[in-house]
């Protein structure tokens, strides 16, 4: 329990501090946005969530569900 304990404070401080970045440095200015910029960082925002994607895949696996224990051989078909 600890252990997730762990991993939401983690999850939950890594998204203030994307949004303290976004807000803060990298929007300090007010200008408009162009189109360019817009898609820009939607790419990079969509990328980012897809590396945490691959992040919650690799560290529970593809085949184990989060509230059942990890799948056996027998128990794969």
Known sequence: MTHQLWLWAGFNIFVLAMLA??????????HA?????AIAW???????ALLFNFGVW????????????????????
């Open 42 to 48: 939607t790419v990079a925002w969509i990328t980012l």
């Open 58 to 77: 690799h560290y529970a696996g593809r085949r184990r569900r989060w509230n059942s224990p990890p799948a056996t051989s027998s128990s794969i078909r």
């Open 33 to 37: 946005v162009s189109f360019r910029e």
């Open 21 to 30: 970045l976004d807000l803060g440095v990298f929007h300090r200015k007010s």
